[in-house]
């Protein structure tokens, strides 16, 4: 198929960015004083600023005449209409449907899945109050205090980086758990100081099929049954949620107590289904409903606004200008919100896992760079150990700052300190101190000449580092939503600026049919001489090692 690389605007932007790259931020801010005017969006949720970014307008519309060519607004069209866009999987791409708070008829298979979802989210509110209310009961008649959610991937993160974010807003009537990893210290320190009688677990697992999920969920059972001796009890403390109900059913739990998922919603774009229970479970349905709102809100933005002033068309530009055409490969995620402690784990998968991919839609090689790696940390425990890195080394890494106007747990005079932070940071990345500067501020503080020469070089900081700012007015279930289904349609957004069937995730195949045939023959003691020489020695290390002890 004709390659990006073929069309004008493309190549308009190659010869575009030679030019840029000799251009310096701090330049462009004295050229345009409304620059911030100029390159934010102002949403309810939260502000956009990217006008700390190499761009200048030109920048921006060659960037949208590219954004025009991709056919993103045909595409997106194509999405919300539930056309089958995952292409290599052929299924639609409904994550939109599950927040669909203004009920508009979604028709699949001429069938109004809004009716579907509506019924899924009745169920999940009677659950869920059911279980808040202490009116589902464990197997000795006592009230549930401990929900554990089992799930790994989609089916773990969404919902525990939601919880993590939303902690302030729990009432604490029900202690919400997460376990993800097969390493089996997890669960056991998460069981430790748990009761069964009173310990619900909810299995999430889409396919129902994943190794570290089914692990986990049977080594709850035992730990269930070796407390109530008897097997009936399961019923009261399992739920699953899940689109295999064959294989929930066949792994001993009752199929009333099956929450469905549909083939078109992807893992990682799942929290907003039941996979979202322990959300509801620990904030009230009320305010998973919030979180829904929130993200219907953008996806109304995202499907109606001009693109020029499309935040998650915007924000998708932005990282196509600095990755493709500017050579970045990583970008860093750093909230100045302690809620937001996770959102940079969440993000990874949620990018990296839809589109780090090398072969277009038609399954021919990409040859152009595609996503940078996404990583990142609590802003201020990033400036005590990497922001070294950002602002000095000769990696350019274009960061998200996401910060919020009110904290939710105000306590005297330290939203200041942290937001003084935030805004210095940006400044700093974009200004950076050039050695003019330098060697006047050394010599004002009484330096001495020799002094001053020898360390020049190592304050100078060259800047120039974009960064884009989301502040949002406060950490709330609607403003999560928000953020959230922002970087949703951005990464679908990028999909189609790259040629990258984002809902899919083949990648992560492989290594999991190695390492189920690696698990058998360490389970017989009889390691295959089919693999590599590395592979084997580690394998026979292994065995001879925990043999020796
Ligand atoms: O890691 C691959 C993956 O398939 C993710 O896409 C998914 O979110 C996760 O595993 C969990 O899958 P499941 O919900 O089917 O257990």
């Known amino acids: ?49 990217y006008s700390k970014n190499l761009i200048n307008e030109n920048t921006m519309s060659k960037l949208l005449a590219l954004a025009k060519e991709c056919d993103v607004e045909g595409w997106r069209q194509k999405m919300f209409s539930g056309e089958r866009i995952n292409t290599t ?43 808040r209310q202490g009116h589902w009961k464990g197997y000795s008649g006592k009230r549930i205090t401990d929900v554990v959610n089992i799930g790994v991937g989609g089916s773990n993160l969404g919902p525990q980086m939601v919880t993590e974010a939303l902690k302030q807003y729990s009432d604490n009537s029900i202690n919400v758990h997460y376990v993800s990893n097969v390493d089996g210290t ?127 068309v915007i924000l998708a530009l932005l990282s196509l200008w600095n990755c493709t055409f500017l050579g970045a490969q990583s970008q860093a995620i750093l909230p100045y919100d302690q809620s937001l402690h996770m959102l940079s784990a969440y993000l990874q998968q949620a990018e990296m896992e839809s589109n780090g991919k090398s072969v277009n839609w038609q399954g021919e090689s990409i040859d152009y760079p595609t996503v940078p790696s996404i990583w990142g940390e609590l802003g201020i425990n990033g400036q005590h150990a990497f922001y070294q890195y950002l602002h000095q080394s000769n990696n350019i890494v274009p960061t998200d700052f996401i910060g919020s106007v009110e904290s939710v747990t105000p306590v005297q005079g330290h939203h200041e ?12 990345l974009m200004q950076g101190v050039n050695e003019q500067q330098v060697r006047e501020d050394l ?63 083949w990648g992560v195949e492989l290594g999991k049919g190695l390492a189920n045939n690696i698990q058998a023959e360490l389970a017989k003691n009889s390691i295959s001489d089919t693999h590599d020489s590395s592979t084997q020695g580690l394998m026979h290390f292994y065995q001879d090692s925990k043999a020796d002890k």
């Open 1 to 49: 198929m004709q390659s990006r690389t073929s069309l004008d605007s493309w190549q308009a932007l190659v010869t575009h960015a030679t030019e840029m790259k000799q251009q310096h931020m701090s330049e462009l801010f004295k050229q345009s004083p409304h620059r911030f005017e100029q390159f934010s969006i102002k949403l309810a949720p939260f502000l956009l600023d």
């Open 443 to 505: 010599k004002m503080k009484g330096r001495t000449p020799e002094y001053i020469d020898k360390v020049v070089p190592h304050k100078v900081h060259k800047g120039n580092r974009p960064t884009n700012t989301i502040l949002m007015k406060r950490i709330s279930p609607r403003s999560i939503g928000s953020l959230i289904a922002l970087y949703e349609h951005k990464i679908f957004t990028q999909g189609i600026l790259l040629q990258i069937c984002s809902f899919d995730q």
């Open 89 to 131: 999987e052929d299924r639609s791409v409904l994550h939109i449907a599950l927040r669909n708070r203004s009920h508009k008829a979604i028709i699949l298979a001429g069938k109004n899945i809004d009716e579907d979802v509506q019924q899924a989210l009745i169920q999940m509110k009677a659950f869920s109050d059911n279980v």
């Open 417 to 428: 300190t942290l937001m003084a932070n935030f805004f210095a940071q940006t400044q700093a």
């Open 186 to 312: 997890q669960i056991a320190n998460v069981l430790r100081p748990l009761t069964p009688e009173k310990t619900l677990f909810i299995i999430s697992s889409k396919t129902f099929t994943t190794t570290e999920t089914m692990t986990n969920a049977k080594t709850a059972m035992r730990w269930l049954v070796a407390s109530s001796f008897d097997e009936s009890s399961i019923a009261k403390h399992f739920v699953a949620v899940s689109s295999n109900k064959k294989n929930a059913t066949e792994f001993g739990i009752d199929e009333e107590n099956i929450f469905d998922m549909w083939d078109w919603v992807g893992g990682r774009f799942s929290l907003w289904s039941a996979i979202g229970l322990p959300i509801a479970i620990d904030l009230g349905f009320e305010r998973f409903i919030e979180l829904l709102e929130g993200a219907h809100e953008i996806d109304n933005h995202f499907s109606q606004a001009p693109l020029e002033q499309n935040a998650p």
